[in-house]
T-cell receptor
Framework: GENVEQHPSTLSVQEGDSAVIKCTYS??????FPWYKQELGKRPQLIID?????GEKKDQRIAVTLNKTAKHFSLHITETQPEDSAVYFC????????????FGKGTMLLVSP | EPEVTQTPSHQVTQMGQEVILRCVPI?????FYWYRQILGQKVEFLVS????????KSEIFDDQFSVERPDGSNFTLKIRSTKLEDSAMYFC????????????????FGPGTRLTVL
Protein backbone atom coordinates (compact mmCIF):
# COMPACT_ATOMS: atom_id res chain seq x y z
CA GLY A 1 0.00 0.00 0.00
CA GLU A 2 0.87 3.67 -0.02
CA ASN A 3 3.39 4.92 2.54
CA VAL A 4 3.48 8.66 3.18
CA GLU A 5 6.30 10.22 5.17
CA GLN A 6 6.05 13.81 6.37
CA HIS A 7 8.72 16.12 7.79
CA PRO A 8 9.21 17.94 10.05
CA SER A 9 6.88 16.91 12.84
CA THR A 10 7.02 20.42 14.32
CA LEU A 11 8.02 23.71 12.78
CA SER A 12 8.36 27.04 14.57
CA VAL A 13 8.73 30.24 12.60
CA GLN A 14 8.47 33.97 13.18
CA GLU A 15 5.59 35.87 11.67
CA GLY A 16 6.49 36.88 8.14
CA ASP A 17 8.90 34.01 7.59
CA SER A 18 8.31 31.20 5.10
CA ALA A 19 7.49 27.65 6.10
CA VAL A 20 8.12 24.49 4.08
CA ILE A 21 6.71 21.06 4.85
CA LYS A 22 7.82 18.03 2.86
CA CYS A 23 6.23 14.68 2.09
CA THR A 24 7.34 11.59 0.24
CA TYR A 25 5.14 8.81 -1.06
CA SER A 26 5.79 5.28 -2.24
CA UNK A 27 3.10 4.41 -4.80
CA UNK A 28 4.21 5.61 -8.23
CA UNK A 29 0.60 5.32 -9.44
CA UNK A 30 -0.50 8.11 -7.10
CA UNK A 31 -1.46 11.21 -9.04
CA UNK A 32 -3.35 13.45 -6.62
CA PHE A 33 -1.80 15.12 -3.59
CA PRO A 34 -3.91 17.19 -1.18
CA TRP A 35 -2.83 19.19 1.84
CA TYR A 36 -5.16 19.54 4.82
CA LYS A 37 -5.02 22.06 7.65
CA GLN A 38 -6.37 21.07 11.05
CA GLU A 39 -6.78 23.70 13.72
CA LEU A 40 -6.93 22.54 17.32
CA GLY A 41 -10.10 20.58 17.99
CA LYS A 42 -11.45 21.11 14.49
CA ARG A 43 -11.92 19.07 11.36
CA PRO A 44 -9.23 18.74 8.64
CA GLN A 45 -9.88 21.17 5.81
CA LEU A 46 -8.39 21.05 2.33
CA ILE A 47 -6.18 24.05 1.65
CA ILE A 48 -4.58 23.11 -1.65
CA ASP A 49 -4.11 20.10 -3.87
CA UNK A 50 -2.10 19.21 -6.94
CA UNK A 51 -2.42 16.65 -9.68
CA UNK A 52 0.51 14.93 -11.29
CA UNK A 53 0.20 16.71 -14.61
CA UNK A 54 1.59 19.92 -13.07
CA GLY A 55 4.72 20.59 -11.05
CA GLU A 56 3.53 23.57 -9.03
CA LYS A 57 0.31 25.20 -7.96
CA LYS A 58 -0.16 28.49 -6.11
CA ASP A 59 -3.01 30.03 -4.20
CA GLN A 60 -2.08 33.38 -2.67
CA ARG A 61 0.45 32.68 0.11
CA ILE A 62 0.27 28.91 -0.31
CA ALA A 63 2.00 26.82 -2.96
CA VAL A 64 2.57 23.13 -3.52
CA THR A 65 5.34 21.64 -5.61
CA LEU A 66 5.51 18.09 -6.91
CA ASN A 67 8.45 16.03 -8.09
CA LYS A 68 7.03 12.79 -9.49
CA THR A 69 10.44 11.34 -10.31
CA ALA A 70 11.59 11.68 -6.73
CA LYS A 71 8.10 10.97 -5.37
CA HIS A 72 7.94 13.97 -3.12
CA PHE A 73 5.77 17.04 -2.76
CA SER A 74 6.05 20.09 -0.57
CA LEU A 75 3.83 22.76 0.93
CA HIS A 76 5.18 26.29 0.95
CA ILE A 77 3.62 29.05 3.03
CA THR A 78 5.02 32.55 2.56
CA GLU A 79 4.57 35.57 4.83
CA THR A 80 3.30 33.38 7.64
CA GLN A 81 0.75 34.78 10.07
CA PRO A 82 -0.23 33.59 13.56
CA GLU A 83 -3.50 32.24 12.16
CA ASP A 84 -1.47 29.83 10.02
CA SER A 85 -0.64 27.97 13.25
CA ALA A 86 -2.19 24.50 12.95
CA VAL A 87 -1.36 20.92 12.11
CA TYR A 88 -0.85 20.32 8.40
CA PHE A 89 -1.32 16.88 6.85
CA CYS A 90 -0.25 15.76 3.43
CA UNK A 91 -1.97 12.81 1.79
CA UNK A 92 -1.70 10.59 -1.24
CA UNK A 93 -4.11 8.05 -2.73
CA UNK A 94 -3.15 4.40 -2.71
CA UNK A 95 -3.60 3.79 -6.36
CA UNK A 96 -4.65 6.74 -8.40
CA UNK A 97 -6.76 9.80 -8.03
CA UNK A 98 -9.94 8.03 -6.95
CA UNK A 99 -8.47 5.89 -4.24
CA UNK A 100 -8.45 6.09 -0.50
CA UNK A 101 -6.17 8.71 1.01
CA UNK A 102 -3.19 7.78 3.14
CA PHE A 103 -2.21 10.66 5.42
CA GLY A 104 1.18 11.71 6.66
CA LYS A 105 1.77 12.04 10.39
CA GLY A 106 1.26 15.76 10.37
CA THR A 107 3.36 18.85 11.00
CA MET A 108 2.52 21.21 13.82
CA LEU A 109 3.29 24.71 12.56
CA LEU A 110 3.68 27.42 15.19
CA VAL A 111 3.89 31.00 13.98
CA SER A 112 5.06 33.42 16.65
CA PRO A 113 4.08 37.09 16.43
CA GLU B 1 -22.19 26.20 2.07
CA PRO B 2 -23.22 22.59 2.71
CA GLU B 3 -21.20 20.68 5.30
CA VAL B 4 -20.85 17.15 6.57
CA THR B 5 -22.46 16.84 10.00
CA GLN B 6 -21.82 14.27 12.73
CA THR B 7 -23.59 13.30 15.93
CA PRO B 8 -22.92 13.09 18.77
CA SER B 9 -19.96 15.42 19.19
CA HIS B 10 -18.77 13.40 22.19
CA GLN B 11 -19.68 9.85 23.18
CA VAL B 12 -18.60 8.22 26.41
CA THR B 13 -19.12 4.48 26.75
CA GLN B 14 -18.08 1.53 28.84
CA MET B 15 -15.73 -1.07 27.45
CA GLY B 16 -17.66 -3.85 25.74
CA GLN B 17 -20.64 -1.67 24.87
CA GLU B 18 -21.87 -1.03 21.34
CA VAL B 19 -21.75 2.47 19.91
CA ILE B 20 -23.17 3.96 16.75
CA LEU B 21 -21.65 7.10 15.31
CA ARG B 22 -23.79 9.03 12.89
CA CYS B 23 -22.95 11.13 9.90
CA VAL B 24 -24.93 13.08 7.34
CA PRO B 25 -22.77 13.51 4.22
CA ILE B 26 -23.26 16.39 1.81
CA UNK B 27 -26.42 15.59 -0.11
CA UNK B 28 -25.18 15.10 -3.66
CA UNK B 29 -21.98 13.29 -2.71
CA UNK B 30 -21.44 9.70 -3.75
CA UNK B 31 -18.44 8.49 -1.78
CA PHE B 32 -18.35 8.24 1.99
CA TYR B 33 -15.52 7.57 4.40
CA TRP B 34 -14.75 6.98 8.03
CA TYR B 35 -11.40 7.94 9.52
CA ARG B 36 -10.14 7.94 13.05
CA GLN B 37 -7.54 10.09 14.78
CA ILE B 38 -6.08 9.01 18.08
CA LEU B 39 -5.16 12.05 20.16
CA GLY B 40 -2.02 13.70 18.81
CA GLN B 41 -1.61 11.25 15.96
CA LYS B 42 -2.34 11.20 12.26
CA VAL B 43 -5.66 10.67 10.54
CA GLU B 44 -6.11 6.96 9.74
CA PHE B 45 -8.41 5.53 7.10
CA LEU B 46 -11.00 3.02 8.26
CA VAL B 47 -13.44 2.37 5.43
CA SER B 48 -14.87 3.78 2.21
CA UNK B 49 -18.40 3.27 0.92
CA UNK B 50 -19.85 3.69 -2.54
CA UNK B 51 -23.03 2.53 -4.21
CA UNK B 52 -24.33 1.01 -0.96
CA UNK B 53 -21.35 -1.19 -0.31
CA UNK B 54 -17.90 -1.08 1.19
CA UNK B 55 -15.36 -0.29 -1.52
CA UNK B 56 -12.26 -0.46 0.64
CA LYS B 57 -11.33 -1.03 4.27
CA SER B 58 -8.16 -0.91 6.31
CA GLU B 59 -6.72 -3.50 8.67
CA ILE B 60 -8.13 -1.44 11.53
CA PHE B 61 -11.67 -2.11 10.28
CA ASP B 62 -12.09 -5.60 11.71
CA ASP B 63 -15.22 -7.62 12.48
CA GLN B 64 -16.09 -5.30 15.36
CA PHE B 65 -16.79 -2.49 12.92
CA SER B 66 -19.62 -2.11 10.45
CA VAL B 67 -21.06 0.68 8.34
CA GLU B 68 -24.51 1.29 7.03
CA ARG B 69 -26.43 3.78 4.97
CA PRO B 70 -29.90 3.13 6.40
CA ASP B 71 -31.63 5.82 4.36
CA GLY B 72 -30.83 8.44 1.77
CA SER B 73 -29.05 10.76 4.14
CA ASN B 74 -27.37 9.00 7.07
CA PHE B 75 -24.12 7.06 7.11
CA THR B 76 -23.32 5.23 10.34
CA LEU B 77 -20.33 3.52 11.90
CA LYS B 78 -21.05 0.83 14.48
CA ILE B 79 -18.52 -0.60 16.90
CA ARG B 80 -19.99 -3.76 18.39
CA SER B 81 -17.89 -4.23 21.51
CA THR B 82 -15.75 -1.22 22.25
CA LYS B 83 -12.21 -1.51 23.56
CA LEU B 84 -10.12 1.05 25.39
CA GLU B 85 -7.97 1.50 22.28
CA ASP B 86 -11.03 2.55 20.28
CA SER B 87 -10.91 5.89 22.07
CA ALA B 88 -10.27 8.44 19.35
CA MET B 89 -11.84 11.16 17.24
CA TYR B 90 -13.85 9.64 14.43
CA PHE B 91 -14.27 11.69 11.29
CA CYS B 92 -16.77 11.09 8.55
CA UNK B 93 -15.96 12.47 5.09
CA UNK B 94 -17.70 12.59 1.75
CA UNK B 95 -16.67 13.28 -1.82
CA UNK B 96 -18.75 14.33 -4.82
CA UNK B 97 -17.72 11.63 -7.27
CA UNK B 98 -16.46 11.81 -10.80
CA UNK B 99 -18.77 13.30 -13.39
CA UNK B 100 -17.41 12.85 -16.87
CA UNK B 101 -14.43 15.10 -17.48
CA UNK B 102 -14.88 16.95 -14.23
CA UNK B 103 -12.88 15.38 -11.48
CA UNK B 104 -13.31 16.66 -7.97
CA UNK B 105 -11.46 14.54 -5.51
CA UNK B 106 -11.75 16.79 -2.46
CA UNK B 107 -12.92 14.96 0.61
CA UNK B 108 -15.02 17.11 2.93
CA PHE B 109 -14.66 16.22 6.58
CA GLY B 110 -17.28 16.40 9.30
CA PRO B 111 -16.53 17.95 12.71
CA GLY B 112 -15.85 14.57 14.26
CA THR B 113 -17.17 12.52 17.16
CA ARG B 114 -14.87 12.12 20.13
CA LEU B 115 -15.30 8.57 21.45
CA THR B 116 -14.11 7.87 24.96
CA VAL B 117 -14.12 4.25 26.13
CA LEU B 118 -13.81 3.77 29.87
Amino acid sequence: GENVEQHPSTLSVQEGDSAVIKCTYSDSASNYFPWYKQELGKRPQLIIDIRSNVGEKKDQRIAVTLNKTAKHFSLHITETQPEDSAVYFCAAPKGGIYSTLTFGKGTMLLVSP
Amino acid sequence: EPEVTQTPSHQVTQMGQEVILRCVPISNHLYFYWYRQILGQKVEFLVSFYNNEISEKSEIFDDQFSVERPDGSNFTLKIRSTKLEDSAMYFCASRPGTPAKMVNNEQFFGPGTRLTVL
